[in-house]
């Protein structure tokens, strides 16, 4: 067993493991984002919608709700278009030290009666969400993970 201490401190961290479904969520009105709130650590950075799983919990079925409930858009799940693993070893937002995994899905979505986004789950990690237009989903500030999967996946537009 490996035991990461932060320098100067005898604290050692909380391991974190966070499996999460995202979508790049595309209809006529564009690409789906959310911005994420002050309760994270990259408030005001634009994200997929998205999030972690429930125990047992199927993706995709995690993919349509974690979209239902950031940005209330009913969506089609897609194919799975590729996985993505962070760690490392910080601050969380709460101040507390952490050695965090987020293995994140990536799936493919459309939104076949997209509508004004709104958010369902007030007071978590999503401060609001918009249809972005595809053409100019670069000049948005994302955060690394979700420009690296839409770099890859929407280079075209």
Known sequence: MVVYEEPGTDEVPLIRQRVGA???????????????????GAPGAWNLPGGGLDAGEEPTAGLLR??????????VPGRLLT???????GRAPNGGLEDYHALRI????????????????????????DWVPVKSWRRI????????VLSQHLPSR
């Open 22 to 40: 995202y979508g790049i969520v595309l209809s006529e009105r564009g690409l789906l984002g959310t911005v994420m709130s002050r309760l994270t």
């Open 106 to 129: 990536i799936y493919s979505a459309t939104c076949e009666k997209p509508s004004r986004p709104r958010v369902h789950d007030l007071g978590g990690s999503t401060a609001r969400a």
């Open 83 to 89: 996985l993505q693993s962070d760690h490392w070893i």
């Open 66 to 75: 974690e979209v239902h409930e950031e940005t209330g858009q009913q969506v």
């Open 141 to 148: 500030p994302w955060t690394r993970a979700a420009r690296q």
